[in-house]
């Protein structure tokens, strides 16, 4: 399947850290409570770190308990692909940039006080924060 931005792992290994490579290329999860966006509470944008398209806003982003920075929804519908992973063995559902296909995290949906019910459950080191201008 063909991503608008397509590199070799290479490539990606040059442009990104070791563990932004571990987490965004190779499904790694970062450890809970470690994130540098967990709490992040500026207004703005969070945008992809492997090809910087925007992903998620501030104003989706709520505060999960769950050691990850969480959203409950995406900034649009197509920014974001979401596939199954039966990987652990466990069956969840894996949230991928749309624009490149780098690994963000998973989406779950067990956040009944958030307006969509969802809470997508992304690692920090697979996103960049841009704050909005004041
Ligand atoms: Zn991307």
Partial sequence: MGYQIDKSD???RLEL????????????TERAWTG????E???GVYRCRACSAELFRSDAKFDSH????SFFTPLAGDAVIERTDTSLGMTR???VCARCGSHLGHVFDDA???PTGQRYCMNS???TFEPAEA
Avoid: M, N
């Fill in 10 to 12: 290479e490539q990606w």
């Fill in 125 to 127: 080191v697979s996103l």
């Fill in 36 to 39: 540098e966006l967990l709490d």
């Fill in 93 to 95: 559902t894996e949230v």
């Fill in 17 to 28: 850290e070791p563990q932004e490579f571990a987490v965004l290329r190779r499904a790694g």
């Fill in 41 to 43: 509470h500026r207004a």
């Fill in 112 to 114: 009944p006080s958030t």
């Fill in 66 to 69: 769950c050691g990850w920075p």
